[in-house]
């Protein structure tokens, strides 16, 4: 594969390529989702939908590790990882719902989309920001509710990846992969990715 030099960083010392490979496009999608779009900032409150996925729980560290007050969603057998990379509240989607439990909120990062994208509407203050990974949120819904939508597209940027680096370098940024395939196993990789629960990245080895 090629892409232009500047569009490359080395990768951390401490962890293997296929951990490596399993940062870019997570870290940035979640960096983007937050920071350039959410414009998160120290001391606010962000709910992260889907914070077990492999976005999810970049955000949840990210946004942990910019000094916000982070709650994520996710079903229950993923709490204690959830909780582990620095969630302040856990919300299981399958027992609870999150727009009965949280409100004023300063930033919705949803990584799951459809019905939990519209239902985080009610979760913001006015002025708030709800970012999806997933499809963009409604306009209409944004002008009744008084706060700001948006969709990532994750770009390549180098500079954040470099700052997404030193975090994994000091270890504040953990890495979850969750399996590691042949490319002959492409069609199972997909299979798995489309399902939803594959609990991490899926690396696909050469
Ligand atoms: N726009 C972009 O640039 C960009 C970049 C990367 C990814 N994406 C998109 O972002 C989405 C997430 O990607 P990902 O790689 O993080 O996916 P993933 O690793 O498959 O994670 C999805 C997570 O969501 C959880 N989940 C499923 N339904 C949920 C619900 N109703 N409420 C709360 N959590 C729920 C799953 O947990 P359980 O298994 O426990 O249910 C799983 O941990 C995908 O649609 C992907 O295509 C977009």
Do not use: C, H, W
């Given at each position: 594969m090629t892409a232009p030099a500047s569009e490359f960083v080395h990768k951390p010392k401490q962890i293997d390529f296929d951990t490596a490979a399993s940062v870019p496009v997570a870290a940035l999608t979640a960096w983007q989702g937050i920071f350039d779009h959410g414009k998160l900032a120290s001391g606010q409150r962000i709910l992260i939908t889907g914070a077990s996925g492999a976005v999810g729980s970049m955000a949840v560290q990210l946004a942990k590790n910019k000094g916000a007050r982070v709650i994520g969603t996710g079903s229950g057998r993923n709490e204690e990882f959830v909780r582990k990379l620095g969630a302040d509240e856990f919300i299981d989607y399958k027992k609870e719902k999150f727009e009965e439990k949280v409100r004023?909120?300063?930033?919705?990062?949803?990584?799951?989309?459809?019905?939990?994208?519209?239902?985080?509407?009610?979760?913001?203050k006015g002025g708030g920001?709800?970012?999806?990974?997933?499809?963009?949120?409604?306009?209409?819904?944004?002008?009744?509710?008084?706060?700001?939508?948006?969709?990532?597209?994750?770009?390549?940027?180098?500079?954040?990846?470099?700052?997404?680096?030193?975090?994994?370098?000091?270890?504040?940024?953990?890495?979850?992969?969750?399996?590691?395939?042949?490319?002959?196993?492409?069609?199972?990789a997909h299979q798995l990715s489309a399902a939803g629960h594959a609990d991490g990245k899926i690396i696909l080895r050469p």
């Open positions: 004023d909120l300063d930033v919705v990062f949803d990584t799951v989309g459809g019905d939990t994208q519209e239902r985080a509407f009610q979760t913001l920001f709800l970012v999806s990974t997933v499809s963009p949120p409604s306009a209409e819904k944004a002008k009744e509710f008084g706060v700001t939508v948006a969709m990532v597209q994750m770009m390549p940027k180098p500079d954040q990846l470099v700052e997404i680096n030193r975090l994994v370098e000091s270890g504040k940024l953990k890495v979850r992969v969750a399996t590691v395939l042949p490319l002959a196993e492409v069609k199972k």
